[in-house]
C-alpha cells in the first residue's frame, strides 16, 4: 500500500475506468477498479479504500445506492462522477453522503487537484468525539483566530483536532460542514459568498479561477442545511449560522 492509501474506481466504462484509475495512480494510490455497483462495494470494504470515485449511472444499482452501502462501514473520501448535468444530481450525491460531484466530460487535473485537496482535511474522527472528555463551558465571546479553539455562543470548535461541541455535547461533522463553521467563525461576522465557501469545501488550494457554477453553490447550500441540522439550528432565530440573501452567509454576533 502507498503512504497515500486505496483508492477505488468504481465504473462500468471501461476507457473512464482506465483513466481514472491513470489519474489516481500517478497521483500516489494504491488503485483498484470495480466495473459495477456491487463489486465496488464489496472492493471498497475488502481494499480499507481511502478514496472512492463513483459513477451514477452503474449497470446493477446506481451510484446512490452504492454510496448509501459503502457509508454503512466506510468513512472513505467519495467523488461522485456522472454524464448528467441534472442539479438534482448534486443534491442527491451530497444528501447520500458524497464530498464531492463531477460532471463528465472532466479534466483529469482538476479530478486530482479535488482529491488531494479534500486528503489535505483530515476527517473528524468519531470516536475521539465520544472517548474524550469534551465538556467545555458554553461562552459568548468569539475566541480570536490565533486560538486553540473557536468559543461562540455555546459552540467550541477546535480545528487542530477537528473536534465540535453544542453546549458541551460532541456533535458529529463531515469534513465540508466542518470546514465551512470553520471559515464562517474565523470571519468573525464576515460575510462570505457562496463562491468562496465553495473554494472552502475544495480546499483553499484550489484554483482561484476555477469555473464555480450555479451547482456548486447550491451544494453549499445542501451543506449549510445539513450543518444547521445537526446543530439543532432554529432558521428563524438563529444562534450561530445567519443567512445574507443573494450574498452567502456569516456568522452570528454573541448573545448577550
Known amino acids: 500500500m502507498t503512504d497515500l492509501g486505496v483508492a477505488v474506481v468504481v465504473e462500468d466504462d471501461e476507457d ?24 465496488g462495494v464489496e472492493v471498497v470494504r475488502s481494499q480499507g479504500a481511502s478514496v472512492v470515485t463513483l459513477d451514477v449511472g452503474l449497470n446493477d444499482i446506481d451510484g446512490y445506492e452504492v454510496l448509501r452501502r459503502i457509508r454503512q462501514f466506510s ?28 460532471t463528465k466530460p472532466f479534466r483529469p487535473r482538476e479530478l486530482r487537484a479535488r482529491v488531494a485537496a479534500m486528503m489535505r482535511r ?22 480570536p483566530p490565533q486560538d486553540a479553539e473557536f468559543r461562540h455562543n455555546g459552540l467550541v470548535l477546535n480545528p487542530h483536532t477537528r473536534l465540535a461541541t453544542v453546549d458541551g455535547i460532541p456533535t458529529n461533522l463531515t469534513r465540508s460542514e466542518f470546514d ?30 476555477a469555473y464555480i457554477s450555479d451547482s456548486d453553490e ?23 449560522l445567519q443567512t445574507v440573501r443573494g450574498v452567502g452567509y456569516r456568522i452570528t454576533p454573541p448573545l448577550d
Open 75 to 102: 468513512d472513505a473520501y467519495v467523488v461522485m462522477l456522472t454524464a448528467r448535468t441534472d442539479e438534482l444530481d448534486t443534491l442527491t450525491a451530497l444528501h447520500t453522503g458524497a464530498d464531492d460531484f463531477m
Open 16 to 39: 473512464v475506468r482506465n483513466l481514472v484509475e491513470a489519474v489516481l495512480s500517478q497521483a500516489g494510490f494504491d488503485v483498484h477498479g470495480a466495473a459495477s455497483g456491487r463489486e
Open 180 to 209: 465551512l463553521l470553520h471559515a464562517l467563525l474565523k470571519g468573525a461576522g464576515a460575510v462570505r459568498t457562496k463562491t468562496d465557501l465553495v473554494r472552502v469545501v475544495r480546499g483553499e488550494h484550489y484554483s482561484a479561477d
Open 218 to 240: 447550491r451544494a453549499v447550500e445542501v451543506h449549510i442545511g445539513n450543518l444547521r441540522r445537526k446543530l439543532h439550528e432554529d432558521p428563524l432565530h438563529p444562534r450561530w
Open 122 to 143: 483530515p476527517r473528524q474522527e468519531a470516536d475521539d468525539a465520544t472517548s474524550l472528555d469534551l465538556r467545555v463551558a458554553p461562552s459568548k465571546g468569539l475566541v
